[in-house]
């Protein structure tokens, strides 16, 4: 998708100028481990463990030829 004109991360004004400026600017290191779906799944377990967390039903480089649970 274009959006029509250049964006500008030095000062975003629209929602995906300020993703980009995240993306470029932004080192907080939660950004990338709650980017992460196990990652998250992990750090929230931690932080919140009364919260109900749905089971991941497969995780890796290769689909398995039977269920597992990560």
């Given at each position: 998708?274009?959006?029509?004109?250049?964006?500008?991360?030095?000062?975003?004004?629209?929602?995906?100028e300020?993703?980009?400026?995240?993306?470029?600017?932004?080192?907080?290191?939660?950004?990338?481990?709650?980017?992460?779906?196990?990652?998250?799944?992990?750090?929230?377990?931690?932080?919140?463990?009364?919260?109900?967390?749905?089971?991941?039903?497969?995780?890796?480089?290769t689909?398995?030829?039977?269920?597992?649970?990560?």
């Amino acid at each position: 998708m274009k959006p029509g004109y250049l964006p500008n991360p030095a000062a975003p004004v629209r929602h995906h100028e300020l993703l980009l400026w995240r993306k470029i600017l932004d080192r907080n290191p939660l950004f990338v481990t709650l980017t992460d779906k196990l990652a998250a799944k992990a750090h929230i377990r931690g932080a919140c463990p009364g919260i109900p967390i749905p089971n991941t039903l497969w995780c890796g480089a290769t689909l398995p030829t039977s269920r597992r649970v990560c």
